[in-house]
């Protein structure tokens, strides 16, 4: 029984470091990510990742009054909490909209990391650690993707790309396609795979333990 133990966990385990491999390929650099996700008659903002950016000087002059966010006019931002005092600026390269809404739209119950975005620059609170998780989310109640004019209403569109400067790292605006919650079709092709292999794996096993006639 051992021996046979012994001799099914090999494909099984390789299907399991080839999977772990392919999620683990994307993850060379940090990279925030912000996710626009319609949910019920609202649009959800959720915004997830670290970043290992280095220490510029702190500006204390900043402040961001409101929780919201405004996707185009002559510029955008996305405000996670109102950030104030000593902050860490970092200047950042990319799109300069990511759409054509030109009003602020108020981001209701936000819970999470203090943080604004805009076309120049990543404002964090000047206590922000390096490699630190940073999460939230929130509700722009009563709208829809296509009201806050967004340039893409396609799941898992990526609306912009940013590079932050004197680092690796990046930013991403995207559109939620629900993939984190529900699972998607290459694991389940790799569990299938697995299954039927250690399905012939037994049945050979069994024909060669069997009595010879």
Same mark, same amino acid.
């Given at each position: 029984?051992?021996? &046979?133990?012994? &001799?099914?966990?090999?494909?099984?385990?390789?299907?399991?470091?080839?999977?772990s491999?392919?999620m683990?390929?994307?993850?060379?650099?940090?990279?925030?990510?912000?996710? *626009? %996700?319609?949910?019920?008659?609202?649009?959800?903002?959720?915004?997830?990742?670290?970043?290992?950016?280095?220490s510029?000087?702190?500006?204390d002059?900043? !402040?961001? +009054?409101? +929780?919201?966010?405004?996707?185009?006019?002559?510029?955008? &931002?996305?405000?996670?909490?109102?950030?104030?005092?000593?902050?860490?600026?970092?200047?950042i390269?990319?799109?300069?909209?990511?759409? !054509?809404?030109?009003?602020?739209?108020?981001?209701?119950?936000?819970?999470?990391?203090?943080?604004?975005?805009?076309? *120049?620059s990543?404002?964090?609170?000047?206590?922000? #650690?390096?490699?630190?998780?940073?999460?939230?989310?929130? %509700?722009?109640v009563?709208?829809?993707?296509?009201?806050?004019?967004?340039?893409?209403?396609?799941?898992? $569109?990526?609306?912009? !790309?940013? !590079?932050?400067?004197?680092?690796?790292?990046?930013?991403? #605006?995207?559109?939620?396609?629900?993939?984190?919650?529900?699972?998607?079709?290459?694991p %389940?092709?790799?569990? $299938? $795979?697995? *299954?039927?292999?250690?399905?012939?794996?037994? $049945?050979?096993?069994?024909?060669?333990?069997?009595?010879?006639?």
């Amino acid at each position: 029984m051992i021996g &046979k133990t012994f &001799k099914r966990l090999p494909p099984v385990s390789a299907l399991a470091l080839a999977a772990s491999a392919a999620m683990n390929a994307g993850n060379a650099q940090a990279i925030l990510v912000y996710e *626009f %996700l319609e949910e019920g008659a609202d649009v959800r903002l959720n915004i997830s990742g670290s970043l290992t950016l280095p220490s510029p000087p702190a500006f204390d002059s900043f !402040t961001s +009054t409101t +929780t919201s966010i405004r996707t185009g006019g002559s510029s955008f &931002k996305i405000a996670a909490n109102p950030l104030g005092g000593a902050i860490r600026q970092y200047d950042i390269s990319g799109p300069a909209t990511i759409g !054509t809404s030109s009003s602020d739209v108020p981001l209701s119950n936000y819970i999470g990391s203090d943080l604004c975005m805009n076309r *120049f620059s990543l404002n964090l609170p000047d206590g922000y #650690v390096s490699g630190n998780s940073i999460t939230g989310t929130g %509700l722009l109640v009563g709208q829809t993707l296509n009201s806050l004019g967004l340039n893409s209403t396609t799941p898992g $569109a990526l609306l912009g !790309t940013w !590079t932050i400067n004197d680092s690796t790292d990046s930013i991403e #605006v995207r559109i939620g396609s629900g993939a984190a919650a529900v699972p998607g079709p290459l694991p %389940l092709l790799g569990a $299938a $795979a697995a *299954f039927a292999h250690s399905r012939r794996l037994r $049945a050979r096993l069994r024909a060669s333990s069997s009595p010879q006639a």
